[in-house]
C-alpha cells in the first residue's frame, strides 16, 4: 500500500523560507518520479516542481531561481526547498508520488498526501 505524508508547512513573513518532505513508502522510490502540487483557494491545482529517477529537475516559470527539489533515496523522501518566498506562493502543498513522464512532461498518479499550508505573509 502506497503512503505519502508531507510535512513543513507553516506560516513565515515574505522572503523567507521553508523546507518541506515527503516521505513516500509502498513504492520503488529510487526509481519512480516525484512530484509537488500546490492549490490556492480559487485555484486549479498546480505543479511546481518534479524530479525524475535521474534526478532530472523541472520547474513552473514562478518559482524558478528561488525553490529547489531534491530527493534522498536512502531516505525514500522528497524535499522541496522554497527560499525568497511571496504572499503568491501562499497554498496547500501536496506531494505526488511515482507520477510518470510522457515527452518530458510529469503527470500525477493517485498517490497523494495529505498536503501542507503554506501561507506567507506580506
Known amino acids: 500500500q502506497v503512503q505519502v505524508v508531507e510535512s513543513g508547512g507553516g506560516l513565515v513573513q515574505s522572503g523567507g523560507s521553508l523546507r518541506l518532505s515527503c516521505a513516500a513508502s509502498g513504492i520503488t522510490f529510487r526509481l519512480r518520479g516525484m512530484g509537488w502540487y500546490r492549490q490556492a483557494p480559487g485555484k486549479q491545482r498546480e505543479l511546481v516542481a518534479d524530479?525524475?529517477?535521474?534526478?532530472?529537475?523541472h520547474y513552473v516559470d514562478s518559482v524558478k531561481g528561488r525553490f529547489t527539489i531534491s530527493r534522498d533515496n536512502a531516505k525514500n523522501t522528497l524535499y522541496l526547498q522554497m527560499n525568497s518566498l511571496k504572499p503568491e506562493d501562499t497554498a496547500v502543498y501536496y506531494c505526488n508520488a511515482a507520477g510518470t513522464y510522457s515527452r518530458g512532461n510529469y503527470y500525477s498518479s493517485p498517490y497523494w498526501g495529505q498536503g501542507t499550508q503554506v501561507t506567507v505573509s506580506s
Open positions: 524530479i525524475s529517477s535521474a534526478f532530472i529537475t
